[in-house]
């Protein structure tokens, strides 16, 4: 079943124009409720929702019974980073130590606020301006991947950047496919899924009016990929697309409809796309 949000989607307060396909709003964003982000050992889930016109309660819940562990209410209105329309947050550093929220809605400024596992206290503030969302750590931690949007009104098109954890301030230039340089970031993330060690992050954007891709973020090196998807002309709205999801098995990322079968494959070493036997 295709989900259809129609020409209009209301997002966190914000009317944004999508295109007709698209029941994936253009992510990231920030979350309120919903799935939360889990603790590395899934037995926390972690969520943010609204506590009165300026203020976020944070709630640690355990998986095992939903009680509430803890909680903590800080000022702003903050919400999980969630890359999909349905999928779950993200955001947990892979240590378990921290996790970051981010402001809601879409500002000429954007907060990021890391807090402490343990207690959910504030570890960090970042300010940036700029319309941007989270998008991965690397394994360390050091690292953070973030989608910084044109504008507040165009936010279809956006760039990659890197923010160094270490030294606190926010990389010149964009995180690009240095072998496409005429490669243009835009559409809508579908779905994402990442290497076992963390290393990897891929994440199908679908394209209405272009090509859908992958998006491969090395977030060790710094460096991505984006990998075309074959695409008929007479679909250029995408509708299925929408419903796409991403496996990974070793090099093998499989582009999988959804019923589970499988559209592309794609070879994560010399990132060759082929069809299923």
Sequence with gaps: ???????????????????????????????????????????????AVKAGDASTLVRANPMSDGAVAMSQTMSGAFGVPTLTADGPGSGMLRDGSAFILQSMGLQATTQFVFLRTADLSTREQINLKGTFGFDA?????TM??????STTQDIQ????????????????????DKTQKSWVMQGWAVSRVESTNGRWAYTLYANPGGTPFV????????????????????????????????????????????GGGVYRFINTKNWKVSKPR
């Design 1 to 47: 079943m295709v989900r259809r949000l129609g020409l209009y989607l209301v997002v966190l307060g914000a009317l944004i124009v999508v295109p007709d396909a698209s029941a994936a709003f253009p992510g990231p964003y920030a979350v309120q409720g919903g799935q939360g982000v889990l603790s590395p050992d899934h037995s926390l889930r972690f969520v």
């Design 137 to 141: 750590f690397s394994p360390d931690g």
């Design 144 to 149: 953070m991947y973030l989608i910084q949007h």
């Design 157 to 176: 098109h956006y760039i990659v950047r890197g923010y160094d954890l270490s030294a606190h301030k926010l990389l010149p230039g964009r995180i690009a």
């Design 215 to 258: 998006h491969a973020l090395d977030t060790v090196k710094g460096v991505a990929h984006c990998v075309g998807v074959p695409w008929a002309p007479t679909d250029p709205q995408q509708n299925n697309v929408f419903n796409f999801s991403l496996t990974l098995s070793g090099t093998k990322l499989a582009v999988r409809f959804q």
